[in-house]
Structures are given as C-alpha cells and as structure tokens.
C-alpha cells in the first residue's frame, strides 16, 4: 500500500512538469530544452538555500524566480537573437549544469535534519508517504487553477493565439515575441518549482537530477491525451495531471516485474514512444474501424 501511494504521490508532483511543458510543448508548439537545466536549477538553489539556513518556502520562491531567469534567457536567444528554440533551449540548458555546481558547490547537497516545506506541522499526524500526495495536491490544485483563470484572460487568448497562429496573432497586434518569452518564462518557472519541490521531497539535490526529465513532462502529456481523447483545453490540464499518475503507476508496475532502477530512462523513453504510436498502432489494427462496427450493431 505504501508503495503505491509512494508512486501516486511521485505522480502528483511530477505533474507539475507535465503543466509547465503544456505550456511550451502544446500550446507555443515546440519541446523547449531548457527544462532539463531550469529543473536541476530549482532544486540546486532551493536545497542550496535551505542548507543555508533559510525558510524553505522563501527558497522554493527563489526556485521559481530563478526558473523564470532560465525562460527569460531562452527567449531573449530565441526572439532576438534568432537562434532556433532547439538551440537556444540547448545553450541556456548547459550555462545551467556550470551554474548549478557554483550554486551547490559539489555535486549534490543533502537534507539531512533540514526543514522543509514538507515538515509543516498539519503533517506531523499522517503517515510519512502521504506527506507527497497531501502537499502535491495542495501545489497541483493552485497550479491548476491558476493556469485555467490566466488561459481565460485576455492575455491568456493572447498566449494561446500565438501558439495558434503567430502570423495571424501578430496580425492582429498581438507582440508574439512577448508572448513567446512569457510563456518560456512561466514555464521554465514552473519547472524550477517543480524541482524545488522534488528535491525536497527526495531529500536531496543532485546535479544529474535533471537528465531526461523532459521525457517524463512529455509522457504525462502524451498519456493522458491517448487515455481520454478529445478534450477541451480545461479537461486536456486535469488530463496531463491524471497521465502523471498513470505513469508512475505504469513505471511502478514495470519494476515489480524485475527490471532495474538503472533501466528508468530506458523504460520512461519505451512508455512514451508507446504511447505516442499508439493511435497509429490501433489504426494499423484496425481497432477504429471495429469499434465503430461494434457501435454501429449497437445502435441496430
């Protein structure tokens, strides 16, 4: 029972990966690479910070600022220096790795008799693996919510047109190239949350924490379209969240089967490819074309 809470908890708060690269990955249409830096960056200077001595939700917010830093850059590189996403979320992703050793001072810092922001005392009654699902519920919930209420707005139309259609956008007067920053900021944000949040759920900071985290961000995104389809924008956030859970649960599974912890990458890389074929698997199938037979005697 532990375990699989352990994993639904994990899913939780890895969900907030999934959230920020909706942003870049699904709506701005590109795969932004700065998250494999923005992410280690968030845990480094949060953990950094609070082995220091400072209030760890003052350093979970100095996680987020910095994050937005990482976005910023990316998007200056990006709109004014026109280098290609690719290549700018590249370049901002390996100035990271150096920052997050000055930032750390070695290459990973514990914990160890630390508070942190999952110490509160609301928790202190419940089991100690249920401290990830109360707090990542508290966190995606807020997150959630927000994104919604910003998507909604006016500036939120702005952001959602520019991924749409930026010539169309800037046609109507919307600054795109502003959009475009925003949008990598508030992700990148997001995404040095999320490893602020992580690392102190892990109990450490690691500079190698952040390889092949845009897989995972991806696989909750993917996994939850292919679980529920056509979705509206609201229904495809709740959906990405949901695809967190599915798959560390997947992963949980895969595990108890025998493979390694050494094999994680290897198995998160097959789940998505997976799941990303997936449509096209069952075309291939022809499931499609027998579901809607199956439909079509139903309704007979």
Not at 63 to 79: E, F, K, N, S
Not at 125 to 141: C, N
């Amino acid at each position: 029972m532990s375990i699989i809470v352990s994993s639904i908890s994990q899913g939780i708060l890895w969900a907030i990966l999934g959230l920020a690269l909706f942003l870049t990955f699904r709506i701005l249409n590109f795969a932004d690479m700065t998250v494999e830096g923005s992410f280690p960056l968030g845990g480094a200077t949060a953990v950094a910070l609070i082995a220091h001595g400072t209030n760890p939700y003052l350093a979970t917010l100095a996680a987020l600022i910095v994050g937005a830093l990482a976005g910023l850059m990316t998007g200056l590189l990006y709109t004014k220096g026109k280098i290609p996403i690719l290549l700018a979320g590249i370049l901002v992703m390996t100035a990271c790795l150096s920052i997050n050793l000055r930032i750390m001072g070695s290459a990973n810092i514990s914990l160890l008799n630390q508070k942190t922001i999952f110490s509160a005392k609301f928790l202190q009654d419940l089991p100690k693996y249920f401290d990830g699902v109360v707090v990542g519920l508290i966190i995606i919930a807020l997150l959630t919510i927000t994104l919604i209420w910003f998507l909604q707005t006016e500036l939120g139309q702005a952001f959602i047109a520019t991924g749409d259609n930026a010539k169309m956008a800037a046609a109507f007067g919307i600054k795109t190239d502003q959009m475009t920053i925003m949008g990598l900021m508030v992700s990148n944000a997001m995404i040095a949350f999320g490893g602020a949040v992580i690392a102190q759920n892990n109990g450490f900071a690691d500079i190698n924490m952040g390889i092949g985290i845009i897989v995972i961000a991806l696989a909750s995104i993917i996994i939850g379209e292919v679980a529920f389809g056509e979705l509206s924008l609201n229904q495809r956030l709740v959906a990405v969240i949901i695809g967190s859970i599915i798959y560390r649960l997947v992963l949980l599974a895969v595990l108890q089967l025998g493979f390694s912890t050494n094999d994680l990458n290897l198995i998160s890389s097959l789940i998505l490819a997976l799941a990303m074929a997936l449509p096209q698997i069952r075309h291939f199938l022809k499931f499609d074309q027998i579901f809607q037979q199956l439909g079509g005697k139903q309704n007979d």
